[in-house]
T-cell receptor, first 111, second 115 residues
Framework: AQSVTQPDIHITVSEGASLELRCNYS??????LFWYVQSPGQGLQLLLK??????LVQGIKGFEAEFKRSQSSFNLRKPSVHWSDAAEYFC?????????FGTGTRLTVIP | EAGVTQFPSHSVIEKGQTVTLRCDPI?????LYWYRRVMGKEIKFLLH????????ESGMPNNRFLAERTGGTYSTLKVQPAELEDSGVYFC?????????????FGAGTRLSVL
C-alpha cells in the first residue's frame, strides 16, 4: 500500500539557517510527489511538484526538493530560512483522484 | 481570481447537534474535494465531486456525514448528529481537471470543535 512518512513532527531553526524537511514514500512505481505549505490562517499552497525528469525540483519561495529513488525520499530544502517560512509543511502523493498526505512537519523560526 | 473559500472558519457545537460546512470552489472548477484532518493526524480524503456527481466517497467515515453539490457550484458537508471524534479541520479543494498530475487548490479550512 502507498504511504507517505514525515518523520519530524516539529522542527525549529534560526532565521537565516538552512532547512531540510524529510519525506519518505512507499509506492509500487515511480510516484508523483507534492509539497504543500499551510501558513497560519491560510489554505494549503503548493510549493513544488515532481512528476518525472530532473530529480531536483525548484518551487516557489526559494524552496527546492530532490527526488531520490534509492532512498525513497523527496526532501524539501531551503538554503536560508526567513521568519515568514514558519508554517506547517505537508508531503503528498496523488492517488487516483485524491491526495494522500503525510502527517506534516511544523516549522518554527526563531530570530 | 478568488480562491477556494470556506465558511465558517471555526465552528463550536455540542455533541448531538448538526453542523453544515460550506465550500465555494474556484469558478470554473468542475472537481471539488473534501478532506479532514483530525488533530495530530494526517489530512485524509473524504470525497470527490465532478460537477454535481459524487465520483468517489470512499473516505466518508459514516452515514452521519452528508455532502452535496447541487448545481455543480458550491458544496456543503453536513454532520448530523455530531460526535466528539468529528472534531478537526475540514478542508475543501478544487481543480479544473482530475488525475494524478492535477493541482488541487485548497481553502483555509473550517475548524470544527465538538464539545
Amino acid at each position: 500500500a502507498q504511504s507517505v512518512t514525515q518523520p519530524d513532527i516539529h522542527i525549529t531553526v534560526s532565521e537565516g539557517a538552512s532547512l531540510e524537511l524529510r519525506c519518505n514514500y512507499s509506492y509500487g512505481a515511480t510516484p508523483y510527489l507534492f509539497w504543500y505549505v499551510q501558513s497560519p490562517g491560510q489554505g494549503l499552497q503548493l510549493l513544488l511538484k515532481y512528476f518525472s525528469g530532473d530529480t531536483l525540483v525548484q518551487g516557489i519561495k526559494g524552496f527546492e526538493a530532490e527526488f531520490k529513488r534509492s532512498q525513497s525520499s523527496f526532501n524539501l530544502r531551503k538554503p536560508s530560512v526567513h521568519w515568514s517560512d514558519a508554517a506547517e509543511y505537508f508531503c503528498a502523493v496523488p492517488l487516483a483522484n485524491n491526495l494522500f498526505f503525510g502527517t506534516g512537519t511544523r516549522l518554527t523560526v526563531i530570530p | 481570481e478568488a480562491g477556494v473559500t470556506q465558511f465558517p472558519s471555526h465552528s463550536v457545537i455540542e455533541k448531538g447537534q448538526t453542523v453544515t460546512l460550506r465550500c465555494d470552489p474556484i469558478s470554473g472548477h468542475d472537481n471539488l474535494y473534501w478532506y479532514r484532518r483530525v488533530m495530530g493526524k494526517e489530512i485524509k480524503f473524504l470525497l470527490h465531486f465532478v460537477k454535481e456527481s459524487k465520483q468517489d466517497e470512499s473516505g466518508m467515515p459514516n452515514n452521519r456525514f452528508l455532502a452535496e453539490r447541487t448545481g455543480g457550484t458550491y458544496s456543503t458537508l453536513k454532520v448530523q448528529p455530531a460526535e466528539l471524534e468529528d472534531s478537526g479541520v475540514y478542508f475543501c479543494a478544487s481543480s479544473q481537471d482530475a488525475g494524478l498530475k492535477t493541482i488541487q487548490y485548497f481553502g483555509a479550512g473550517t475548524r470544527l470543535s465538538v464539545l
